[in-house]
């Protein structure tokens, strides 16, 4: 005997291994053997039934004689045992095919799932039928390529850091280094240019954490609160008016009054990055800010003149670690998480964002939920 643990359970069983792992594993045979079981069943039931019916009317009607009857009962006995006999060949046959057409499917996606765990996304192969089977291997694949996409991703931002992280860390280590050993001498312009790679790493840092919050938050409905719009965008520009008036970038407003469903840090923080964005890449002196209700939700945008962004590229400055600078010049751009959490937070509103341009002049859009709207739905 051998015993067995699986799925955390006990069985002793006396069948080879190779047999049990089959059994254990083929939902095929468990299938055929349990409905081979039942039809059996059900056919000498039927069969003990219709002859004990017909041995009564023997019986009863005095139609046949002691010999006769006898063997009556074993004529009709030996008809029933081949009827079943029949009846059971038959039905292991059709019920192998149908069944088999049907599990098919299942084994299929049982491979793919098993590359998949090994790294390879590949899709399973879909079916024409429309039930749960076809809508699973639908659901699967969707799934897939949503990993695959996930992973891609993943990639991407690790050499993104990695980038992002090694022109700063190199010419920190490199001047640190040759202050300690004496090679250089410190002065005014070094320890500037030293505090401003100190600064860009901590500004790298703070921003993956930001973006690390809103996407572990998921904020639900019943964290939303209603909040005038109106005080959440005027807050936001009141502490940018300081660093705006010294770049000389003169602000309109207009914002329509409305109240929203939101949560006002998070509001507040996507104001903020997009006057940051105004900060960078300005090059008309001036900003605008307007805020309406659209389409039954509250549109803000925020319009200004910058630098040359190609129509194809209007989806693209929303990605993680996107600029348009393919050269990843710190002079001409930050580090490309600004617009990502914009996109990340509005996402966590249900609401959308988006970038619409003619020729240097751009506007960042996006929209929040009205509060009696979100109410009604």
Not at 317 to 341: C, Q, W
């Amino acid at each position: 005997m051998k015993s067995l643990k699986r799925s955390g359970e006990w069985g002793i069983v006396l069948l080879p291994t190779k047999g049990l792992f089959f059994w254990r594993r083929s939902i095929l045979l468990k299938l055929i053997l349990i409905n081979l079981l039942v039809i059996a069943i059900v056919i000498w039931l039927a069969g003990v039934s219709v002859k004990d019916f017909a041995c009564l009317l023997t019986k009863q009607y005095q139609v046949m004689g002691g010999a006769s009857g006898s063997l009556f009962d074993q004529t009709m006995q030996f008809y029933l045992i081949r009827a079943i006999i029949l009846a059971v060949i038959v039905a292991c046959i059709l019920y192998y095919f149908l069944v088999r057409k049907l599990i098919l499917p299942l084994q299929n996606l049982g491979v793919t799932a098993q590359k998949m765990a090994r790294g390879e996304f590949y899709p399973c192969p879909e079916i024409s039928a429309d039930d749960e089977i076809g809508r699973l291997i639908s659901d699967f694949n969707h799934l897939s390529v949503k990993l695959q996409q996930t992973e891609e991703l993943r990639k991407k931002m690790v050499s993104d850091i990695a980038h992002e992280l090694r022109t700063p860390l190199t010419n920190l280590t490199g001047y640190l280094e040759a202050l300690d050993t004496g090679v250089i001498q410190g002065n005014q312009e070094l320890y500037h240019s030293l505090h401003e790679e100190a600064l860009h790493l901590t500004g790298l840092v703070e921003e993956l954490h930001q973006l690390n919050i809103w996407e572990s938050k998921r904020l639900g409905w019943n964290e939303l609160q209603i909040i005038p719009v109106e005080n959440v965008i005027a807050s936001a520009l009141k502490g940018f008016e300081l660093e705006l008036d010294q770049r000389q970038i003169k602000v309109e407003a207009n914002i329509q009054a409305a109240n929203i469903l939101g949560n006002k840090e998070g509001l507040k923080q996507v104001i903020a990055n997009l006057l940051k964005n105004v900060q960078k890449y300005d090059r008309g002196g001036w900003v605008k800010i307007a805020g309406k209700l659209e389409n039954h939700v509250y549109k803000v945008v925020v319009t200004n003149l910058g630098q040359p962004i190609p129509e194809d590229k209007a989806d693209q400055v929303f990605k993680r670690f996107y600029r348009l600078d393919s050269s990843r010049n710190r002079k001409t751009g930050g580090v490309g998480l600004g617009l990502a959490i914009v996109k990340e937070i509005i996402n966590q509103h249900r609401g959308e964002v988006g970038l619409t341009s003619r020729e240097d002049e751009h506007s960042f859009w996006f929209t929040v939920q009205l509060a009696n709207e979100a109410e009604e739905n």
